[in-house]
């Protein structure tokens, strides 16, 4: 089963790292994709540029429109995601708590829903 992890994130509040800290962390973040490979359940990752940088498309009555930023103003945001192939939504909550965002942030799962051709 796949299932989407979605990373979210309080960017007024990032985590104020020395050096050493970030380094350390991003380190974090390289062994547990590793991790994941490992554990053959890893089918990708991305970040996503900050919340500023969004469009917002929306057509009514056949008309495009388009917003700068986000559809909602919230204080977290989605800042990027896992996409994993677990056995079952427990294997996926075990990942999700090894995500670095859950200390400071959440971390969502989604099942992801496949769809053929009829």
């Given at each position: 089963?796949?299932?989407?992890?979605?990373?979210?994130?309080?960017?007024?509040?990032?985590?104020?790292?020395?050096?050493?800290?970030?380094?350390?962390?991003?380190?974090?973040?390289?062994?547990?994709?590793?991790e994941m490979k490992a554990a053959q359940v890893y089918l990708s990752n991305d970040g996503l540029s900050p919340v500023t940088d969004a469009t917002t498309v929306?057509?009514?009555?056949?008309?495009?429109?388009?917003?700068?930023?986000?559809?909602?103003?919230?204080?977290?945001?989605?800042?990027?995601?896992?996409?994993?192939?677990?056995?079952?939504?427990?294997?996926?909550?075990?990942?999700?708590?090894?995500?670095?965002?859950?200390?400071?942030?959440?971390?969502?799962?989604?099942?992801?829903?496949?769809?053929?051709?009829?």
């Amino acid at each position: 089963m796949k299932y989407m992890l979605l990373l979210y994130g309080n960017t007024s509040q990032p985590p104020n790292y020395t050096p050493e800290e970030a380094r350390a962390a991003m380190q974090g973040w390289f062994d547990l994709v590793a991790e994941m490979k490992a554990a053959q359940v890893y089918l990708s990752n991305d970040g996503l540029s900050p919340v500023t940088d969004a469009t917002t498309v929306r057509v009514r009555n056949g008309e495009t429109m388009t917003t700068d930023g986000p559809f909602a103003e919230t204080p977290e945001q989605l800042g990027g995601y896992f996409l994993l192939d677990c056995k079952n939504l427990d294997e996926a909550v075990g990942w999700a708590a090894k995500i670095p965002y859950a200390m400071f942030g959440s971390v969502e799962i989604r099942p992801v829903i496949t769809y053929t051709e009829g």
